[in-house]
T-cell receptor
Framework: EPEVTQTPSHQVTQMGQEVILRCVPI?????FYWYRQILGQKVEFLVS????????KSEIFDDQFSVERPDGSNFTLKIRSTKLEDSAMYFC???????????FGDGTRLSIL | RKEVEQDPGPFNVPEGATVAFNCTYS??????FFWYRQDCRKEPKLLMS???SGNEDGRFTAQLNRASQYISLLIRDSKLSDSATYLC??????????????FGQGTTLQVKP
């Protein structure tokens, strides 16, 4: 069964450094998402992406965050200057339609020191 | 009022028990409803979609009451492997129906032998 893959599985970064989280969505999917989950808290929506542009973003997704689909397969989340409170699990998801089932990757654990 | 609200539990039940989880959501324009399962520090996985007519998948039954903005999940004959956190998830149309999902905080189930 096709799946969403994320790399790295764990990223440790010094506060203030830039970090790029990578995702390979399922190949025929058109809608892409990033979510995050701070330890012990609920899964939170960050951003949705369709047709090479952001379709919706949350209040969390401020100027420090950006997303990109640099080629036909990768979907990346960049955090420009990381803060301690960015420490969380980051999940990528994709679907073949707006109402389609969202398939989640197994996440990247981001630890900011 | 929280966008999606669940009793966090934990629910501690013996094997074979029947257990019910409830969830309420705030946005009456929501169109799609789901139960996801999340194992410790793993990605959310779709358990089942929830339809107005109610739907069943083996030991799992989901119900939706749009008038009360209430969703439920019933697990019959619970197994040790059902131990997990169950996430109530709602599609919020927002400003442009991007397929954004809003997650509840989850209800933790621990099934004991």
């Amino acid at each position: 069964e096709p799946e969403v893959t994320q790399t790295p599985s764990h990223q440790v970064t010094q506060m203030g450094q830039e970090v790029i989280l990578r995702c390979v969505p399922i190949s025929n999917h058109l809608y892409f998402y990033w979510y995050r989950q701070i330890l012990g808290q609920k899964v939170e929506f960050l951003v949705s992406f369709y047709n090479n542009e952001i379709s919706e973003k949350s209040e969390i997704f401020d100027d420090q965050f950006s997303v990109e689909r640099p080629d036909g397969s990768n979907f990346t989340l960049k955090i420009r200057s990381t803060k301690l409170e960015d420490s969380a699990m980051y999940f990528c998801a994709s679907s073949d339609g707006i109402q389609g089932t969202k398939h989640f990757g197994d996440g990247t654990r981001l630890s900011i020191l | 009022r929280k966008e999606v609200e669940q009793d966090p539990g934990p629910f501690n039940v013996p094997e074979g028990a029947t257990v019910a989880f409830n969830c309420t959501y705030s946005n009456s324009a929501s169109q799609s409803f789901f139960w996801y399962r999340q194992d410790c520090r793993k990605e959310p996985k779709l358990l089942m979609s929830v339809y107005s007519s109610g739907n069943e998948d083996g030991r799992f039954t989901a119900q939706l009451n749009r008038a009360s903005q209430y969703i439920s999940l019933l697990i019959r004959d619970s197994k040790l492997s059902d131990s997990a956190t169950y996430l109530c998830v709602v599609n919020f149309p927002g400003s442009g129906n991007t397929g954004k999902l809003i997650f509840g905080q989850g209800t933790t189930l621990q099934v004991k032998p």
